[in-house]
Each structure stands twice: as structure tokens, then as C-alpha cells.
């Protein structure tokens, strides 16, 4: 069986995750309200729905990682170990980057997050990267090339995933490939990098949501694009989580991950209905245009979930929102270059290397909240230790 797709948080065009993924054209769903749609206004699965991994990502909340209690990033759940004596080699190694692209904050923030953690190892003797600029034909050219550089180990974020599946199973046969943020549809890399999950993600928020709006409350869902594979794990997620609640989405609407856009979506949602009682979103990156629509039409905020980019931290502290945060941490990027340099080395990883994913609280929320920092930096970067911190991601210090 192939590995589930990676999720990412983070996620289309402009938007903290930045995932992009293959989108089927069957599968585009419309953003009807509630009078379209079936059972309590969710409308029909997602075709990319997986009941067994529904329930493996939603168990994995509540297990206690593996590893140093102060690094998550190096943290695994319920690892299967498997054993990388074949490619051990001796160093100094060159490391090779595909990546999808830096084209929004969350992938800008892993992405220093990335070069940092290379700077701390010594036996990386050259580090080459390539840039695909969010296009599948200019990644697989990349791959391509980097097979031809002399790569020990080539680290690939997917642009999409089937259509990236036979470049990366082509250089598997030549070099160990460690994939990480979003997955392809092959076994073949030595080990799989993501957090929990999608899932995990959506039901976090539809779960703060059934608990905070009363019952026959009004939920308006706001998604990024139909298609993308982590956003459709965690919009169905969030389905399971409402059908089976007292709750009326009156609403499930695409933003394309606009500010403006989202605003607009949203006053109109309170002029056609009077109130919205809740909002769920897929990704927290306009999750404060949202915000910003109820205090223009002079109304409270209802309960809301974001993401822990910084500008909607600030705001849920400056106005005492009802939110939660799930999170798709950036410290995610470190995680492949350790284990590229462990495979080389012939030790041991995890075949799917599950990184913990926390959820932002309101009893939490001063630790994620970080006033030096820029507000789309993303608190979880796991990047307070590495050099160049803050100023290389835009902060500063004091």
C-alpha cells in the first residue's frame, strides 16, 4: 500500500501550509449553502476520505511521541524503524532540495528554517537546491538535474502528488529520497516526513466548535481550493465532526486563500442569515480578514479557528477571541535534513517519521504568541535555537 498523502498544513497559493496537490476534475465541489447541500449542510465525502487513516490520525493525538522532550522536530510517534545499512557512506556528504516551492509565509518560514538547521552540521559539505516555483513540469525537471549533481541524499517536497510519484520513483533507484510536507504515491523513499495529518488538523477545529457553539448554531466553513488532498483530509474530518453534532453549516465556501476575498464571504454570510454563530476554516493564513468582518458589522466574533501565524495570535489575545489553533508545524523542515544525514550514516528512521502536531489554546496561547516576531512568521518553527534567530526570519531582539 502507498504511504497516505503528506498534509501540509500549510497550503495553497497564498496560505500558510501552501500545499498544492493534483486536483481530479470530478472533484470540485460547489460552495452551496445548507438548502443544497445534504444531511446538516456538509454535502457529500471527499473522495479523498480514508476511514482507517481518519482514525489512525485522530488516535495519534493522544500518544506520546518518541524523543527528546525539547526537540520536536526529532520526535516520532509510534515509529516502525527500519534499517538503512545499504546506504551508509562515508562523509563529507552533498545534500540535494527539490522544493515545491516558497511562494507563501508558511513555506518562506520552513525554508529558513531549512538552511539553518544545514549550517549546524559540518559533514554537509554542499547543500544544492532547487526551486520549482510551484509548477510540476519545472520539478521534475529539477529532480532530473539533481540526480546529476552527485546528490548522497535528495530531500523532495512534492508539488503534486501522483504527478511527482514517477520522477521521485525514478531517483529512488539512484539515491536514497527522503519526502517530507506533502507525500507521493510510492513506498519507495526511505522514510516519509510529516506531522499527524490533515485529520487531525480539521477535527481539532470542528471539535472546538461543537463544543463552543450552542446547539442548532449556525457554521460557516471556509476553505482554500477543492482538490488539494491536506485540505480535503481535514474539510472531511471536519464533516465527520459536524454530521454527528447539532450543528447547521449553512455554508462550506472557497476563499482561494484571499484576504479580501475572505472578508467578502463573510459579511455576506451575516447579511443572508443575520448572525453566523461559528467559523471554521482549513487554513488559518486570513483568518484575521474573518475576524475583521464581524467587527465591522459591529457584531461579536464568534468562535474561530486559526493557525499559528502571529497576526491572528495577536489578535485572538488583543480582543479575547473564542479560538483554538491547530497547528502544521514549520519545524517540519529541520526533521529531513537529520534524517538524511542519519541514513547516510546507516542509522535507523522511522518508514513514516510522524511528527507531533500541538493545537494553540487559550491557556497556551502566551507561549505561541511572539510580539518581536512578524505577523506572518509561524510560532511553531522550531527555529528559536538555530542561528541567525530572530533576524533571519524577520524578527527582532528583546
Known amino acids: 500500500m502507498p504511504r497516505p498523502r503528506a498534509a501540509v498544513a500549510v497550503l495553497a497559493v497564498l496560505v500558510a501550509a501552501g500545499c498544492t496537490t493534483d486536483k481530479p476534475a470530478a472533484t470540485t465541489p460547489s460552495a452551496a449553502p445548507a438548502a443544497s447541500a445534504q444531511g446538516s449542510g456538509t454535502g457529500a465525502q471527499s ?3 480514508v476511514q482507517a487513516d481518519f482514525d489512525a490520525q485522530l488516535a495519534m493525538r493522544s500518544q506520546t511521541p518518541e524523543g527528546p ?15 538503512t545499512a545499504q546506504y551508509k557512506k562515508d562523509g563529507p556528504y552533498h545534500l540535494c532540495f527539490s522544493n515545491a516551492a516558497v511562494d507563501n509565509p508558511w513555506r518562506q518560514v520552513g525554508w529558513k528554517t531549512m538552511q539553518a538547521e544545514v549550517s549546524l552540521h559540518e559533514e554537509i559539505e554542499e547543500f544544492t537546491a532547487l526551486d520549482a516555483e510551484g509548477k510540476d513540469d519545472k520539478q521534475i525537471s529539477d529532480i532530473a538535474e539533481l540526480q546529476a549533481k552527485g546528490c548522497d541524499a535528495l530531500i523532495v517536497s512534492p508539488n503534486t502528488t501522483a504527478t511527482l510519484t514517477p520522477a521521485v520513483t525514478a531517483a529512488c533507484g539512484k539515491v536514497p529520497v527522503i519526502v517530507f510536507d506533502r507525500g507521493v504515491e510510492t513506498d519507495c523513499p526511505v522514510t516519509f ?3 499527524i495529518g490533515g485529520y487531525a488538523f480539521g477535527a481539532d477545529a470542528a471539535e472546538f466548535l461543537a463544543e463552543k457553539v450552542p446547539e442548532g448554531g449556525k457554521v460557516l466553513a471556509l476553505r482554500i481550493l477543492p482538490g488539494v488532498d491536506v485540505l480535503e483530509t481535514r474539510w472531511s474530518a471536519a464533516k465527520v465532526v459536524f454530521d454527528r453534532s447539532r450543528l447547521q453549516v449553512v455554508g462550506v465556501e472557497f476563499t482561494d486563500g484571499d484576504a479580501a476575498k475572505t472578508k467578502s464571504i ?3 454570510y451575516i447579511q443572508r442569515h443575520g448572525r453566523i454563530d461559528g467559523v471554521w476554516m482549513d487554513a488559518g493564513a486570513t483568518a484575521v480578514a474573518a475576524v475583521e468582518a464581524f467587527e465591522d458589522a459591529g457584531l461579536p466574533v464568534p468562535p474561530i479557528n486559526g493557525e499559528d501565524q502571529q497576526d491572528f495570535l495577536q489578535k485572538w489575545k488583543d480582543t479575547g477571541l473564542t479560538a483554538v489553533a491547530p497547528t502544521y508545524p ?3 523542515w529541520r526533521t529531513p535534513v537529520i534524517a538524511a544525514l542519519k541514513i547516510l550514516k ?10 507531533p502536531q500541538p493545537k494553540v489554546t487559550s491557556e497556551n496561547l ?3 504568541l511572539k510580539p518581536n516576531m512578524p505577523p506572518l512568521h509561524y510560532a511553531l518553527c522550531g527555529c528559536e535555537d538555530l542561528p541567525g534567530f530572530p533576524e533571519t526570519w524577520g524578527g527582532k531582539k528583546g
Open 330 to 332: 514549520t519545524y517540519q
Open 366 to 368: 502566551p507561549a505561541y
Open 346 to 355: 546507516g542509522e535507523e528512521v522511522p518508514g513514516t517519521w510522524n511528527l
Open 47 to 49: 473522495k479523498f476520505f
Open 266 to 268: 463573510v459579511s455576506d
Open 193 to 195: 516526513i510529516k506531522p
Open 69 to 83: 522532550a525539547n526537540k520536536p522536530w526529532e520526535q516520532a510517534i509510534a515509529p516502525k524503524m527500519i534499517d
